[in-house]
């Protein structure tokens, strides 16, 4: 059962914008952390971005006054706005729900492909 559906991937020309979306299923939304990790070929996964469910923001260095991340909790769906984006964000997204600002343990989603490129 997906638990984690995210959205919202795409081709973009660096400096522009996408918005990921992941729903989740209520139970999980509630009682976690929701963030997004991504992936570049050749790289370790890392965190870009959480939100606790107190609101409680933690960014990566690399996105930060870029990336910015909201819940909405009637629609148990977390957003990731990108704004100003570089080649060097093309990566796999993937939608995290876990404990704590860096999510540990919980669901991934199945990941979407953010590709910069003019």
């Known amino acids: 059962q997906v638990q984690l559906v995210e959205s919202g991937g795409g081709l973009v020309q660096p400096g522009g914008s996408l918005r990921l979306s992941c729903a989740a299923s209520?139970?999980?939304?509630?009682?976690?952390?929701m963030g997004w990790y991504r992936q570049a070929p050749g790289k370790e996964r890392e965190l870009v971005a959480s939100?606790?469910?107190?609101?409680?923001?933690n960014y990566a260095d690399s996105v930060k006054g870029r990336f910015f991340i909201s819940r909405d909790n009637a629609k148990n769906t977390v957003y990731l706005q990108m704004n100003s984006l570089k080649p060097e964000d093309t990566a796999v997204y993937y939608c995290?729900?876990?404990?704590?600002?860096?999510?540990?343990?919980?669901?991934w989603g199945q990941g979407t492909q953010v590709t910069v490129s003019s």
């Open positions: 995290k729900a876990g404990r704590g600002p860096f999510l540990v343990g919980g669901d």
């Open positions: 939100l606790t469910t107190d609101l409680i923001t």
């Open positions: 209520a139970s999980i939304f509630s009682t976690n952390s």
